[in-house]
């Protein structure tokens, strides 16, 4: 663990790995840490791991501000190359795959490959509405009510019985998610609109996602699979929205076959 000042701002992260390997760097979910990706580490033991805690969140600073998902973009391009990383594959969920798209149409030179999960590209209209409510029930009673209800968009009923050792740090990372920098990171994914822009990303893309994904459907992976030409599209059956816990196996498999071969 150590801290990066970037980007006006201080992040934490964690540099594992042989030196000389191919570099990996993950970006996890709103109300999340690095830690999420622990599922990964031990299928990734042969490349150099970036993991960070996004601004807002984890052992990150976080500001009592409005974010952008180009700030957020520029927080991880910053980190990454204040570290002497020349190129490196990228891997986001989420908001991080929000993010990592973001960085892709910012600073492609910097990128070997992305891999996209359990993400979007752009929100209906509609879904402002329930950004804007999520802000307001944050600002007015914290992160620690909504907690039971983003653990059953985040894995299936079964999977929660069986897995308390799987289940109980992830609900911990949300209640410890700083309500600021949960709010500054909401009104960055609120203003997601990267569907049309995404076709000029021209990186090897990997799309992930859980079948039973509530909050980011498959639907939402087959427009970017449509989008950036020539992407592959993994759908993970009975998964939700974090697969790469709740079907580590099936996900690592996915995610190392593609390493591989780029």
């Known amino acids: 663990m150590a801290i990066a000042n970037v980007n006006g701002t201080c992040i934490n992260y964690e540099l ?3 030196e000389g390997a191919a570099v990996v760097t993950m970006s996890h979910s709103l109300s999340a840490t690095y830690r999420m990706w622990d599922p990964q580490m031990k299928a990734l033991a042969a490349y150099r791991v970036l993991r960070f805690d996004t601004r807002g969140h984890g052992g ?20 990454i190359t204040s570290l002497g ?22 600073h492609p030179e910097i990128l070997k490959s992305l891999i996209l999960c359990d993400t979007a590209s752009g929100y209906p209209a509609a879904n402002q509405a329930m950004w804007a409510e999520r802000i307001e029930t944050a600002r007015k009673t914290g992160l ?11 894995f299936s009923p079964g999977f929660v019985a069986k897995n308390a050792a799987a289940v109980d740090p992830v609900r911990a990372m949300i209640k410890n998610t700083p309500k600021e920098g949960y709010i500054g990171c909401c009104q960055a994914i609120s203003k997601l609109n990267l569907t049309n822009l995404i076709s000029q990303i021209k990186l090897p893309t990997l799309i992930i996602v859980g079948s039973d994904d509530p909050g980011t459907p498959v639907a939402m992976h087959e427009i970017i699979n449509q989008k950036i ?11 939700r929205h974090l697969p790469n816990i709740e079907l580590a196996d099936a996900f690592n498999k996915a995610l190392t076959g593609f390493l591989a071969k780029h």
Do not use: K
């Open 229 to 239: 030409r020539g992407s592959e599209l993994v759908i993970l059956p009975g998964a």
């Open 60 to 79: 990150s600073a976080a500001p009592d501000a409005a974010y952008t998902l180009d700030q957020l973009a520029e927080d991880a391009y910053r980190l």
């Open 16 to 18: 594992t790995g042989p």
């Open 85 to 106: 990383i020349r190129q490196t594959h990228f891997m986001g969920l989420s908001m991080g795959g929000m993010i990592a798209q973001t960085l892709a149409l910012a």
């Open 144 to 154: 620690g009510g909504p907690v039971e209800g983003t653990i059953d968009r985040w």
